[in-house]
């Protein structure tokens, strides 16, 4: 059983940064970032493929980076200039391939089986 651990989460006041760690127990090809905010659904924020390629959410772009450390089973999400809006739990997704597959695909939209237990985000005004 793959185990997902997300590290970072805190509170911060807006215009702020937080940058999260999620450490798996084995190496996991496609990883992301998903958050729930207070009474809304779970949305995708980022995900990372194999070759580093991202792909990131509207409300993620052009603040938020999503990276790998593939020697440490680790994903990352760096988070600038945070909003009160983007308060919520985060959870680290991560999904295996079949051998004969290179690539995820699929951004955040495609299928994550392993999830973290999530990691709390607080940005005040």
């Known amino acids: 059983q793959v185990q997902l651990m997300e590290y970072g989460g805190g509170s911060v006041q807006a215009g702020g940064s937080l940058r999260l760690s999620c450490e798996a127990s084995?190496?996991?090809?496609?990883m992301a970032w998903f958050r729930r905010a207070p009474g809304k659904q779970r949305e995708g924020v980022a995900s990372?493929?194999?070759?580093?390629?991202?792909a990131y959410a509207d409300p993620a772009k052009g603040r938020f980076t999503i990276s790998r450390d593939d020697a440490a089973n680790t994903v990352y999400l760096q988070m600038d200039s945070l909003q009160p809006e983007d308060t919520a739990t985060y959870f680290c997704?991560?999904?295996?391939?079949?051998?004969?597959?290179?690539?995820?695909?699929?951004?955040?939209?495609?299928?994550?089986?392993?999830w973290g237990q999530g990691t709390q985000v607080t940005v005040s005004s």
């Open positions: 084995r190496y996991m090809p496609c």
């Open positions: 990372i493929d194999t070759d580093g390629a991202t």
């Open positions: 997704a991560a999904a295996l391939l079949p051998p004969y597959v290179k690539y995820c695909g699929g951004g955040i939209s495609r299928p994550f089986e392993f």
